[in-house]
Structures are given as C-alpha cells and as structure tokens.
C-alpha cells in the first residue's frame, strides 16, 4: 500500500462494510444472488470521472473489480465497472517492460536533463499527486501546465480581469430558482447534475424542487438538456459574446437596434429582455457554463462578458456564476498549482520563480511551437486531444505518461507507467467543481503502483540528480 | 463541389462511456469517427447513413462518414462531431494568447465522396 493509503487507511476502512453486517441497507435493497459470499460493499465511495464527484455511490466488490455502483449514473457506472486491473506490465521503457524503478530512473534522466520540459495532465489524478508534480517541475525549472489550459483556462483568465460570484452546489441545491446552462450539456457530461444539485432536488428554499426552478438553456444546438429546459435558445454560433453584453445592456436599459440583437445573436430582443426581466426578478440565479464559450471564438472575453454579466446582477438580486468543470479533480489541479506556485496554470518555473502567461506558457502553444524538449505527461491523453502541430512535436520528444488506461499518449511515450486508479485503488482527495474537497475511498488494491508512488520516486530521483538538498537541510 | 459548415466539436456520453471502456474500444473509435449531420442538409445533399464526406478547415483535412442528426437537434449549416482525433486533426495550433486553441465553432468545407455507404 502506498504512503498516502496507509495515512488513510483506518478512514477508508471505516466505510468498506463487509456483507455479513446486518444494519447494511444494501441487504434489504439488492438480491442474495448480488451480494455474494466473495463480495463486499463500499459505502459512499466517490466518483470522479466528472467534475460532480458524486459522493454517495454504493460500490459492490468482487476481487478486483466492481459489479455495481448504485446511484452510479452511465458514466460513473462505466467508470467504475471498466476499471479492474489492467494486464499490462506497471512499467514500459520504449515499450520493453520493466521495472517501476527502472522507469523511474529513467524518468528522472529525462526531466533533469533538458531545457525547457513540460509537465502536463493532472486533471484524472489525486490532489496530493498534483502537488509532488508542482514541486518537480519547480526541481527541473520547467513548465506546469494542467488540461484546465484546454478547458476552462480562458475562464480562469477572466477571472482575473472580473472576479468570480460564486456559490457551493449546495447552495444551488437549497437555493436556485433560475438556473441558467450556457454552452453547457450536463445531460451527456454531467448526467447527476440536475437531479443531484441544479433543478430536482427539493431544497430549503426551493421545497417543490423542479417546480420552484426554472431552467433556461442557451446553445447553439438543440442538446439533450435542452429538453429538460423550460426555455431553450438556440443563439447563432459563435454570438456568445454577443448575447452577454446584449444582456448587459439590457440590464443597464440601453437602449437597443432590435435588427442588430436578432441578427447578431440569432434571437429576436424581445427574447432577451424576456431573459432579464426573469433573472433580476430571481431569487438565486446561477449560470453554469461551459466549453461551449470558452472553446469557441472569444473564448476568455466570452467568459468575462457571462461573469460581468453576474456581477451586474448583483445590484438586483442574488446570482452567481460557475463553470461546469469536466475532469473529476481538474478543479483541484487549479487550486493545487495556484497555491504552490500563485497560478492556476500555465506557469513557467524556469527562472526559480513562477510565471504565469496563458499563451505563452500553455502546453497547447509550447508543443506546437516546438519549444519544449522533454515532457511528462500525467492522467491525460494530449495525442489524442491536441492540435495536429502540438501532437506531432509531441511525439517527436521523449516523454513520460501516467495512465491506468492504454491510450495513444501512453503508447507513444518513452517510459510509460500503468498506474492504479485514483479512487478506485488510491485513495486522496479531489476538488468537486465547487472547490469543495472531498475524500476518496477506494474498493480493492491495485498491484500497479499509484501516479503518487511514482512521482514521489521521480521527485527524490531528480532531486538527487540536480544535487539538490532534502528539504531542512 | 464543396460548400461551408459550422463545426462543433463536442463530448457525448457515449463518448466518456468509451474513455472507460478503453480508447482503442469500439464505443469511442465508433462515437468519435461519425459526424452528424443537420436533418436538412442530410436530405438536400443526399447522403445516406455512413457514406464519407471530406471535411477541410484551415488547419487539416479528414474524411469521415455522416449520420444524420435527429430532426431540431440542428439547425441547417451545423455539423456535430464528438471530441477526438478527427475534431484535432481540424483544430490549428494557434490559441491567440489563450492557451486555448479554437475547438468548438470551426470553419469547415464539407465534399461529398459518396452519398451511399453501400457503393463501398
């Protein structure tokens, strides 16, 4: 067992009941046939394939693998049931087994001894593997950068420029009565999120749940949570940075050309004013948004526009706003790397003190530029999600991949690690898209090691490497 | 002869149920190696379900085969492709300062190979 499971342990084993114990609710819900004699039962395990870190599913276990997550929805079901033991050797040097501590050497070769290495990922991982990596690349003067930059870094950025009114999802849960999707399909990417945070539940101050919401969707296509909406706007594409300072003006009573709003946004200004008369007449507004502004043309500004937006609200009612996060501890990569480094991502510790410039330090522009020499690559697939420059110089550099999971990354890289799963083998903690922190509990062991092992190796190795002295000394 | 799309590169669920399954699984090779086409376009330029267009943007070029989108999913001039190879191979490098480069919203020109997957 790993350094941070025997730290945890004795809390992890608080919640793996065996099946024998009678108050288990399991038993009275699941068949003799389910819950059998080689089976046990994993309460409240944690989800963390999204951004909603589902905390409440019911693993049931059998060796080394999970035959049943209630509560699980059709990700959190595939993630937990495809996840038993890979058969592939922990460690592969240019795709020749070996050991875990070959690889590590190896590793450590590599990082310490180029120019200008990137470490990139961290988004599928534990927040204590995030922080062993934030400190090695400091060790190697290198570039930190976590999938956030390709997601919703250019949110991050406009943070900075606007700030962010923001909220838990429990708030959302006992509060919400508008709640506005942007650029968001939570029904195919976080398929809990209405029923668990943002309009079924009956909350405290919402006690008929989904009668005392109402949901608006703004897209540009008709997704399957469009039909959960009871407002769909479907907005011509690429206007979202349109829409949002329509609305501005709207709120501020400036006066607009209805010609221009209907041909810019695609909508008719009646639809708009409609929008905000609704929201400065709610109680809590949210907006949840996603890829679909900061992906698309306008990217950071589309993001400051939806959270100025917010802010202006504020002078009528209560309204936050929040991005609807993907991976299930990319929320926790932002505040890891912000709070060693200053910065949620994209910083350059190549000088000794870190540097944030998204654009110039992103891990999309430093491989498509060429610019960086060596890179290690955690929890993350950038041969299958980058750019086709980005991808090519890529693969024409030595590089380290993490992975439970084969995948063309781990297939190109020169030392590639099987690692254990977090939260299914490893336990930790993973920040829900709230910045709510959540503890893991895994169901079985893993016989690979975990990303944590082996970047703890790495970071003793390179430190060893650059002669550099244990901490205290 | 080729004519402009709107592309929009997004997830599915069946998409993340394939990263679960294993990238180099049926599931996610299927999901992410078909583009939907909206309803209309799919009847006025007469395709039929998996018959192959060629997709070219600024960046790259791909052939893939098309299905057609349920009728309202999407308004004529856009297409749907889930993430993966083919959207990245159509993405520039570029990110315009952002780190972020454009994914969502691309400009494409889609040419019809064969409008019947059966001729294959």
């Known amino acids: 067992m790993c350094e941070l499971a025997g730290q945890v342990a004795a809390a992890s084993c608080e919640r793996v009941e065996d099946r024998t114990d009678e108050n288990n609710e399991h038993m009275a819900t699941d068949t003799p046939a389910e819950v059998a004699a ?19 599913i019911d693993l049931t276990v059998k060796g080394h693998s999970i035959i049943k997550a209630k509560r699980a929805c059709v990700l959190g079901t595939a993630w937990f049931l495809n996840h038993g033991i890979d058969d592939r050797p922990s460690c592969l040097i240019q795709g020749t087994p070996a050991t875990v501590e070959q690889g590590i050497e190896r590793s450590a070769e590599i990082l310490s001894s180029a120019r200008y290495p990137l470490i990139y990922g961290l988004s599928d991982t534990t927040s204590e593997s995030q922080r062993v990596a934030t400190g090695i690349a400091d060790w190697i003067g290198g ?5 956030t930059s390709v997601c919703h870094g250019p949110s991050g950025m406009a943070f900075q420029g606007v700030g962010e009114v923001t909220c838990s999802l429990g708030e959302v849960r ?35 749940g989904r009668k005392d919401r109402t949901c608006v969707i703004i897209d540009v296509r008709k997704t399957k949570s469009a039909k959960a909406a009871d407002i769909f706007l479907q907005i011509k594409p690429r206007s ?3 829409v949002a300072w329509t609305l501005r003006a709207l709120l501020q009573d400036i006066e607009l050309d209805p010609e221009q709003v209907e041909r810019e946004t695609g909508l008719p200004l009646e639809v708009w004013q409609d929008l905000v008369d609704r929201m400065k007449a709610a109680k809590f507004g949210v907006i949840f948004f996603g890829m679909g502004v900061t992906m698309t043309r306008g990217k ?13 609200l504020n002078r009528y009612t209560r309204f936050t706003c929040k991005p609807n996060r993907g991976h299930g501890n990319v929320t926790g990569a932002d505040n890891v790397v912000a709070w060693r480094t200053g910065f949620p991502f994209g910083v350059n510790l190549a000088r000794g003190y870190p540097r944030f410039n998204p654009g110039e330090y992103t891990a999309a522009d430093v491989l498509a530029r060429r610019e960086a020499d060596a890179a290690m690559i955690i929890a993350s697939d950038p041969l299958a999600n980058f750019s086709q420059p980005a991808r090519e110089h890529l693969a024409s550099i030595p590089f380290i991949a993490m992975d439970p999971k084969e995948s ?19 336990p930790g903690t993973v920040y829900r898209m709230d910045d709510v922190p959540i503890p893991l509990r895994p169901a079985f062991d893993s016989p690979h090691p975990s990303d944590y092992d082996v970047l703890l190796g ?5 430190r060893e490497l650059k002669n550099i002295q244990p901490r205290g000394t | 002869m080729a004519e402009s799309f709107i592309l929009i590169p997004g997830r ?6 394939g990263i679960n399954e294993g990238k180099f699984g049926e599931t996610y090779q299927r999901e992410i190696n078909v583009l939907q086409v909206a309803h209309e376009d799919f009847d006025r330029l007469g395709l039929s379900p998996g018959a192959m267009v060629r997709l070219t943007s600024e960046s790259g070029e791909v052939q893939v085969a098309v299905e057609a989108a349920k009728p309202g999913d999407l308004p004529a001039g856009l297409l749907f492709i889930a993430y993966g190879d083919l959207s990245s191979r159509l993405m520039g490098g570029d990110t315009h300062g952002s780190g972020m480069p454009t994914s969502k919203g691309l400009d494409v020109e889609l040419e019809v190979l064969e409008t019947d997957s059966t001729t294959q």
Request: one cysteine or more; proline letters at 5%; charged letters at 25%.
């Open chain 1, 300 to 312: 950071h500004a589309n993001s400051e526009a939806i959270l100025a937006l917010t802010r202006d």
């Open chain 1, 38 to 56: 080689d089976t046990k039962i994993v309460r409240d395990a944690t989800c963390t394939f999204c951004g909603c870190v589902c905390d409440d």
């Open chain 1, 143 to 147: 570039i930190i950068d976590t999938t």
């Open chain 1, 458 to 462: 790495i970071d003793r190795r390179v």
């Open chain 2, 12 to 17: 599915t669920s069946k998409q993340g149920v």
């Open chain 1, 408 to 426: 063309p990354t781990t297939r190109a890289a020169e030392v590639a690690f099987t690692v254990a799963t977090y939260g299914i083998n490893v």
């Open chain 1, 174 to 208: 006992n509060r919400g009565d508008l709640i506005i999707f942007w650029g968001s399909n939570p029904a195919e990417s976080h398929p809990r999120h209405f029923t668990k945070y943002s309009l079924m539940p009956k909350g405290m101050f919402v006690p008929n």
């Open chain 1, 240 to 242: 979202d940075f349109e």
